[in-house]
């Protein structure tokens, strides 16, 4: 398994994490999944989650959910995965990731330390939901 | 008739389509009609139960359920049901 995206798309993946801190940022990726799968353009969101749980939880609304839907719909491409940051904690899924994963979809997960953006990387939760596998970014 | 709609994530679940047409005068008649046509969909809408997991979002024509008459909003010929999973990590 591996995802491809570029600089730039990296580059606001981190600075979505760096503007959320101390809170966790997200939103989703947006791109193509045929004999390979690319990030084309990401979605960035406001975390929904109430006040007190952004430290280390995020929700994304139905309704920002479907928009995203439309949105991708009208750039001819596809919701392929979502991204998220983990505040002064490593960036690997949490026992909460796993519990609200999807298979198919690919989380990026960034770890953002003391305000700064560190370094991400991608998971896919398997079929059986049991766990998840990382998959290898590669950067272009 | 309806047509179901659902998100990239669901599509490997009925057969890599992105919507699929169903019969049904309700939201609750027309996902019964949809786990019947693509059984592998059954698992990630109901729970063992037969009630829709809470992480499902239904609408109809872009409104939540949850605003018109849950699961027994009832349908027109031309409306489009989208089902999309809630989505949270931490």
Redesign the interface.
Known sequence: MMLRLSKDVLAQIHAHGEDAYPEEGAGFLLGSDGNERAVKTILPLTNSREDAARHNRYLITPEDYLKAELEADRLGLSLIGVFHSHPDHPNRPSEFDRDWAQPFFSYIITSVDSGKAIESRSWRLIEDRSQFEEEKIQIN | MPVLKV???MR?YINNQAEAAVHGATVSDALQDAVTQYPNLRFHVFDSEGKLRR?I?V?VN?Q?VRELGGLETKLNESDRI?L???????
Do not use: C, K
């Not at chain 2, 999309?84 to 931490?90: D, K, M, R, V």
């Open positions: 998100g990239a994530l490997y992480h979002n609408f872009d939540n989208t999309l999973a809630s989505i949270s990590g931490g």
